[in-house]
């Protein structure tokens, strides 16, 4: 398995980002996927996920209403989308396999929210 997230970088408060998780080695069609989260000191937070087909979704209550996960089956590729940056959400982005915290992940990318 193979999940290379890419898009991270620095963002002013109330910006946008964009990540993407480009994956490989295993039917990505047929997995439940989601993205996580870790800052400095802290464990890791559960940020989002969906389902294998897209049709269902959910969210953390700490970004709820600010970012959406999607996915691309025809790419293999998952998505997370996020609005309204705030300096809480500066951290290390994995996408995962699964619904939950528990899955294989990938590296990461960092992002971080500074003015």
């Known amino acids: 398995i193979q999940l290379v997230e890419s898009g991270g970088g620095l963002v002013q408060p109330g910006g946008s980002l964009r990540l993407a998780c480009a994956t490989s080695?295993?039917?990505?069609?047929?997995?439940?996927m989601s993205w996580v989260r870790q800052a400095p000191g802290k464990g890791v937070e559960w940020v989002g996920g969906?389902?294998?087909?897209?049709?269902?979704?959910g969210y953390g209550e700490a970004v709820k209403g600010r970012f959406t996960v999607s996915r691309d089956n025809t790419k293999s590729t998952l998505y997370l989308q996020m609005n309204n940056l705030t300096s809480e959400d500066t951290a290390r982005y994995h996408c995962?396999?699964?619904?939950?915290?528990?899955?294989?992940r990938g590296r990461g990318t960092q992002v971080t929210v500074s003015s």
């Open positions: 969906i389902y294998e087909d897209g049709s269902r979704s």
């Open positions: 080695g295993f039917d990505f069609s047929t997995y439940r």
């Open positions: 995962a396999t699964g619904f939950g915290i528990t899955g294989y």
